[in-house]
């Protein structure tokens, strides 16, 4: 199955400033997904990246602030902006990989906004 | 209803045994079925995934599905204190979806 790398591992970020996550794959893939993690919860999805498309978001989840860029095949980057404490999660990137089977996960963001 | 229900445990079983893992879910039209692994503080890891009525087995691992009942579980047998993690069921809905929708999770816990 493909690799992800995600970058960076964590951050700590001043409120109402924006962070840029990174997400590269070995392979190149049609769709990419990023989703969020709060403490103690279970992933849910912001929104679904195409290349060469608008990024599709999930209910409760904006554009403005959570723009997305797909600029190829194998890479993507989420930003989170201006950011408030609320914002504190574990953000991870996904792809559809190999078979189609497979969803693969990037080892994950894990953003601190004080 | 969630779409996807899970027991948060934690499930606690003796090592040796079996230890069994439930997901219920409610679009009668999805396609494909997932259970990860998550160790605290990693991202998920993929275990199994099915999309065909019955058992699939890989290795100390058996998933079975049931769409009649939009029923899945996952069987680890010989469960071992390495198994102790967050176990995730993830369901791809039908028809031109290709996300993901996951279940709250469940805390297994596998003692000596």
């Known amino acids: 199955s493909a690799v992800i790398s995600q970058k960076p591992s964590r951050d700590i970020c001043q409120r109402g400033t924006s962070l840029t996550i990174q997400c590269q794959v070995d392979s190149q893939v049609t769709m990419m997904f990023w989703y969020r993690q709060q403490p103690g919860q279970s992933l849910t999805l912001i929104a679904t990246?195409?290349?060469?498309?608008?990024?599709?978001?999930e209910s409760g989840f904006v554009i403005d602030k959570f723009p997305i860029s797909r600029p190829n095949l194998t890479f993507s980057t989420l930003t989170v902006s201006n950011m408030s404490p609320e914002d504190s999660s574990i953000y991870l990137c996904?792809?559809?990989?190999?078979?189609?089977?497979?969803?693969?996960f990037g080892s994950g963001t894990r953003l601190t906004v004080v | 209803q969630k779409e996807v229900e899970q027991n948060s445990g934690p499930l606690s079983v003796p090592e040796g045994a079996i230890a069994s893992l439930n997901c219920t879910y409610s679009?009668?039209?999805?396609?494909?079925f997932f259970w990860y692994r998550q160790y605290s503080g990693k991202s998920p890891e993929l275990i199994m995934f099915?999309?065909?009525?019955g058992d699939k087995e890989d290795g100390r691992f058996t998933a079975q599905l049931n769409k009649a009942s939009q029923y899945v579980s996952l069987l680890i047998r010989d469960s071992q204190p390495s198994d102790s993690a967050t176990y995730l069921c993830?369901?791809?809905?039908?028809?031109?979806?290709?996300?993901?929708?996951f279940g709250t999770g469940t805390r297994l816990q596998v003692f000596p």
């Open positions: 996904s792809a559809r990989t190999g078979d189609g089977y497979g969803y693969t």
């Open positions: 990246a195409n290349q060469g498309s608008e990024a599709t978001y």
């Open positions: 679009d009668r039209g999805s396609q494909s």
């Open positions: 099915i999309y065909s009525n």
């Open positions: 993830a369901v791809k809905g039908s028809y031109n979806t290709d996300k993901l929708i």
